[in-house]
């Protein structure tokens, strides 16, 4: 039997403040609860970088790849965690993923689906948390 592929099609949603909130909040919980980061430590000014934020039109399923950095500061080294989001499961790629990794998946996802990257303001793709 021949099993058939079924393929949504995604719609960039990288303008919507609630979700990118909502996933930077499960990433820091995630972060926070394996002790990865501290509250005391870490929690001010760290930055949430977003690779992609896609959602499938068909089922409302949210795709994304993303990376929070500390601060520096003086005395303590700056933490980078790759996380990622797919069939509503937020996972940590640390072990797999570094920059390079993460922005050459970002723009093949991007350019996947049709995502223009050459008009994309970086900065809609990168907030800071306070």
Do not use: W
């Not at 820091?28 to 934020?53: C, M, P, Q, R, T």
């Not at 399923?61 to 500061?73: A, F, N, Q, Y």
């Amino acid at each position: 039997m021949e099993e058939k592929i079924i393929k949504s099609t995604f719609d960039n949603i990288i303008n919507n403040k609630a979700i990118k909130e909502q996933l930077a909040d499960a990433a820091l919980a995630l972060l926070l609860s394996h002790k990865f980061i501290s509250k005391k430590k870490d929690l001010n000014h760290l930055i949430v970088e977003f690779g992609y934020l896609l959602m499938a039109k068909d089922c409302d399923e949210v795709s994304t790849l993303m990376k929070i950095t500390t601060p520096k500061k003086l005395f303590q080294s700056q933490k980078v965690f790759y996380l990622g989001s797919q069939a509503g499961k937020l996972m940590l790629l640390n072990d797999s993923f570094g920059e390079e990794m993460f922005r050459k998946v970002s723009q093949d996802m991007l350019l996947k689906h049709n995502v223009d990257i050459n008009s994309i303001n970086r900065n809609e793709y990168i907030m800071e948390l306070y």
